[in-house]
């Protein structure tokens, strides 16, 4: 993984806000900041990966900002 902080934040960011990761949210995150694949390989699983189905979306979003 990239260690400069600027360097790890902005392919954060470029992974998590790639039009791969719409519908794909909780993989995306992991990508971003639980692995260290460079932003192509990154992407490349997430488009190879299933959407999240709209429903478990909204309500893993509902238990997030609820707490539950």
Same mark, same amino acid.
């Given at each position: 993984? @990239? ?18 990761? %719409?519908?794909?949210?909780?993989l995306a %995150? ?5 692995? @260290?694949? @460079?932003?192509e390989t ?13 429903? @478990? ?5 509902y238990r ?5």
């Amino acid at each position: 993984m @990239d260690t400069n902080a600027e360097g790890t934040g902005a392919r954060a960011n470029a992974i998590m806000t790639a039009e791969a990761a %719409k519908g794909r949210e909780a993989l995306a %995150k992991h990508l971003a900041y639980e692995t @260290d694949l @460079d932003f192509e390989t990154a992407i490349a699983v997430l488009a190879a990966g299933p959407a999240e189905p709209p429903l @478990d979306r909204i309500l893993r979003n509902y238990r997030a900002a609820t707490g539950q």
